[in-house]
């Protein structure tokens, strides 16, 4: 169309007064691209006026920004000469800012996306579990139903026969008395009389307490059970799902012993830290202190320890010591090559990596490193520098247990987060510094249990369990002589 109108006007002119002064070229641009150039000359002027001044200056000058802009647009590099590399410079700064904080968000949904993944994944094994022993429970005969013998009638007429030499080992089964002292006959519902030929028989078992201590005072021992949970509150949002709970085993003015702590785990900027005057508050759902921390909170292994809280710094192997009563931070101290953020987490994840313990022995970290593998490192820390006083390498892998604690000085483990009924599966003494394998059981009664540490001052395991405040009583013996 443009060649078409150029020869058309061109005609135009070969008419006028300038038709025998006109001329016509053709020739390839820079680009390659065939192009016609045709010259006229004024019928009016008889010289051009001088083309330059400020206006022509600026002009120039605005189209040799337009191209810098096309340049970087169409993905070129190169600045054109005399261009303006300090606003393109910028501009691109700017732009690669934008683009490492998108891939940053990018990456936190990725991971946010994966752990949901894991949880629906768990959730509908859960369910076909449930299912097949729905099925199992619904295809099951009833047992037959045996007449119940009057209880008139005395026991030993409808037992076999026993040789008169002497009395069966089970004779004081046979015949104690029930629960309302009546020796004459059985009262008790749980027994039924059957055929002759065999009677299974139950027996009621008291667990009896065991010796909770060492003779030197201390309250330490080896762990031998862990009762059922106690759920003192349920978190109120989507923020309480997973979350810490402490209180101080040796607490410092202003606050009292009984003052509980808590901080919901779930977001980006963790940072607040609610405290109660006693479990009642807590229950309740009333704080008396909300701190904002200077620092952000990572995942579920802080400790509260002599009137500080100890902490792992956001995306760091950094821990913090924050002070309660002057609400600064006291102390900052990285930890020496510990892995952060995902890279030796717990197996439930949520960035589990470095976990903060209190027990009678003093201030813990849970932690792995590369030179590990990802093996478990228990390391002593000063309460009060942070500084690491010495550590343990176990071979418990870390991200093949959900959880751990330390009581007295030994490390043990919890083999599964989200099985209603688990076990605890390993015991490191760092005092022997040798490990071994258990199987105490142990519940996790709303199945994603996010949290457990022990509380020295209450003898209690304190966990979150799937927006669930709850507490262990267990029994601790006296460690066996080797």
């Not at 920004?65 to 410079?89: D, I, K, T, W």
């Not at 934008?98 to 990018?106: F, S």
């Amino acid at each position: 169309m443009f060649l078409l109108l150029s020869l058309c006007m061109f005609g135009v002119l070969l008419r006028g007064e300038a038709q025998n002064r006109a001329s016509l070229w053709k020739d390839n641009d820079r680009r390659g691209r065939c192009q016609y150039t045709f010259t006229v000359p004024s019928p009016a002027e008889a010289s051009c006026p001088q083309v330059s001044g400020p206006e022509v200056e600026g002009l120039k000058a605005r189209l040799t920004m337009l191209e810098v802009l096309v340049s970087r647009l169409s993905g070129g590099e190169a600045q054109l000469p005399g261009g303006p590399q300090g606003a393109g410079a910028t501009a691109q700064a700017e732009l690669q800012e934008a683009l490492n904080q998108a891939e940053g968000e990018r990456n936190l949904l990725r991971g946010e996306k994966e752990r949901l993944e894991r949880e629906l994944e768990e959730l509908q094994r859960r369910m076909e579990e449930m299912r097949r022993e729905t099925e199992r429970l619904r295809n099951r005969p009833c047992p037959p139903q045996n007449p119940v013998v009057p209880p008139s009638q005395p026991l030993l007429d409808r037992s076999p026969k026993r040789p008169t030499g002497g009395s069966s080992p089970m004779s004081h089964l046979m015949t104690r008395p029930n629960r309302q002292g009546d020796s004459s006959s059985l009262r008790d519902s749980a027994w039924q009389y059957g055929t002759p030929g065999f009677q299974e028989l139950k027996a009621e078992v008291t667990e009896v307490p065991a010796p909770d201590g060492n003779d030197d005072g201390t309250g330490c021992g080896v762990l031998v059970s862990v009762l059922e949970p106690i759920t003192h509150r349920k978190a109120d949002n989507i923020a309480g799902k997973y979350g810490i709970w402490m209180q101080d085993p040796e607490a410092v003015s202003p606050y009292g012993p009984n003052m509980v702590w808590r901080i919901d785990a779930i977001g980006t900027e963790v940072r607040q830290l609610f405290g109660y005057e006693d479990m009642e508050q807590l229950a309740k759902g009333f704080p008396s202190k909300v701190l904002l921390l200077p620092e952000l909170v990572e995942s579920t292994g802080a400790a509260l320890f002599r009137g500080s809280l100890y902490y792992q710094r956001r995306r760091s192997r950094t821990l913090i010591r924050y002070d309660l009563a002057s609400e600064t931070i006291a102390a900052r101290r990285d930890l020496p090559h510990a892995g952060f953020h995902g890279q030796f987490p717990y197996s439930w994840g949520g960035y589990t990596d470095i976990d903060l313990a209190v027990d009678q022995k003093g201030l813990w970290a849970v932690y792995s490193t590369s030179k590990a593998k990802g093996a478990i490192v228990i390391s002593q820390l000063d309460p009060h520098s942070l500084e690491v006083k010495k550590s343990w390498e176990t071979n418990i892998r870390k991200n093949s247990v959900a959880n751990s604690f330390m009581i007295c000085g030994r490390l043990y483990t919890v083999a599964s987060y989200a099985a209603p009924e688990t076990i605890i599966n390993h015991m490191y003494d760092t005092e022997t510094s040798q490990g071994k394998a258990m199987a105490i059981p142990f519940r996790n009664k709303y199945g994603y249990n996010s949290m457990i540490d022990y509380n020295v001052a209450q003898r209690k395991l304190f966990a979150w369990d799937n927006f669930h405040i709850v507490s262990y009583d267990l029994r601790l013996g006296r460690q066996q002589a080797n």
